[in-house]
């Protein structure tokens, strides 16, 4: 059974710099000693974008020297908030694609992950860079590893969220071309569930037919009013990062709240 470890929406920042009072820093620094207390067994961590908040490079080396405390290997995408060029001159030995988008396929025994770059730059003109797309070329990349993976359930890993969430604000700079990416998915039939990020909240069901999972960052979150207009408001509440645990069966997605979380339980 493989199982995977998802963190998203990191947001680091420069030394001695907080969002909303949090530090990014240290609260990454506590999920990846916990998953390496308790998930060390981990087929790979996956870090699905938002990396630094202001791309720049001080923030990316401070996440590298975190990521490289990691017992289980790690894999990294990008975000509407990072920089492909600052990245990838920190994170040198990131796999990207023969366009140099950052995106690479993982074969495990059991499931395929595709991991998808959904940064909508250069240029970087936000806030319409805050949404996510994927172009033609991207697309043809998707096309191509899907029909690749043949009957090989397959779960796609992506910043955006391919659809609707609820939330006015952030449904506004989701994936632009959300029917494109599901015509493609929906031809080959082998997809078994879509995780994403971006919104800062813990979402779960199916679009399209498909499972989604959608995680909390390990900083600050979305409120939870739908109707915000405003996609920047945040507030603090409970880190955490997603497992999830590919069966004979499907695919279990769990949500650890690590900062909160308890293992000494009492018996009722």
Known sequence: MTKLIIFTDLHMVPEGTTIIGLDPYQRLANGIAHVNRYHADADRVIFTGDLAHYADRASY?????????????????????????????????????????????????DCRAILLDTLLAPPYDYPTSHAGLLCHKRLAWLDRQLADAGKKPVLIFMHHPPHATGFTGMDMIRLVNEVEFYALVKKHGNVRHIFAGHVHRTISGSSRGIPFSVFKSPVHQQPMPFDAPDASLSVDEPAAYGIAVVTMDGVLVHTEDYEIARRDAAVA
């Open 61 to 109: 080396e401070r996440l590298k020297t975190l990521i490289d405390q990691l017992l289980p290997p790690a894999a990294t995408m990008v975000g509407n908030h990072d920089r492909r060029d600052v990245f990838l001159e920190v994170f040198a030995d990131v796999v990207t694609d023969d366009d140099g988008f950052v995106q690479q396929v993982i074969d495990f025994d």
